[in-house]
Antibody, heavy 119, light 110 residues
């Protein structure tokens, strides 16, 4: 199982960013994908989850309204788009495989994508 | 601000046992299972313990988990230098309707 994420991004405040996460080594539609971010020197923050089988999503209250999770099952790729970027969105963004039930564990992680928001 | 509280740091000498606590509430640990993650410097987190006590393949049995009421603990026995990392507990929050992580504990091997 591997989750390969897109490269680092630098964005201005107010812009949007879209990070990709290409899955391999398992059937993409049989597991969910969660997104987790980590600001510099800070802890982990769960952002949301998507079920690639039916497109169902769940978002954390803190980012709801600014984040959209999507998938492309033809390429086994998950996407995280964050809009209206602020300086405190500067973080490493991780995708992780998620069985999709409450308290499910994130058993495989991508390598992370650094998103820097700076004017 | 996390709803799961961990001590910011823990330390021990090689071979010692170190325990990390994770304190939650009735809507988190009190009603949902707990998972633990290890994050080595500059790397992505790695699943260490799931379902309170289960270890994924490849995780040494030096790592063990437990739960009591609204708190959980991770124990590292026979501490080794490669265990120096940040450790996070995680669970579901029925009130927030989402996953939550602990504040994280940095383990130092003296």
């Amino acid at each position: 199982v591997q989750l390969e994420q897109s490269g680092a991004e630098v964005k201005k405040p107010g812009a949007s960013v879209k990070v990709s996460c290409k899955a391999s080594g398992y059937t993409f539609t049989t597991y969910g994908v969660s997104w987790v971010r980590q600001a510099p020197g800070q802890g982990l923050e769960w952002m949301g989850w998507i079920n690639p089988y039916n497109g169902n999503t769940k978002y954390a209250q803190r980012v709801q309204g600014r984040v959209t999770l999507t998938t492309d099952t033809s390429t086994s790729t998950a996407y995280m788009e964050l809009r209206s970027l602020r300086s405190d969105d500067t973080a490493v963004y991780y995708c992780a495989r998620d069985e999709g039930y409450t308290s499910s564990a994130f058993d495989y992680w991508g390598q992370g994508t650094l998103v820097t928001v700076s004017s | 601000q996390s709803v799961l509280t961990q001590p910011p740091s823990a330390s021990g000498t090689p071979g010692q046992r170190v325990t990390i606590s994770c304190s939650g509430g009735t809507s988190t640990i009190g009603s949902n299972t707990v998972n633990w993650y290890q994050q080595l410097p500059g790397t992505a987190p790695r699943l260490l313990i799931y379902g309170y006590i289960q270890r994924p393949p490849g995780v040494p049995d030096r790592f063990s988990g437990s739960k009591s009421g609204t708190s959980a603990s991770l124990a590292i026995s026979g501490l080794q230098s490669e265990d120096e990392a940040d450790y996070y507990c995680a669970t579901w929050d029925d009130s927030l309707n989402g996953h939550v992580f602990g504040t994280g504990t940095k383990v130092t091997v003296l």
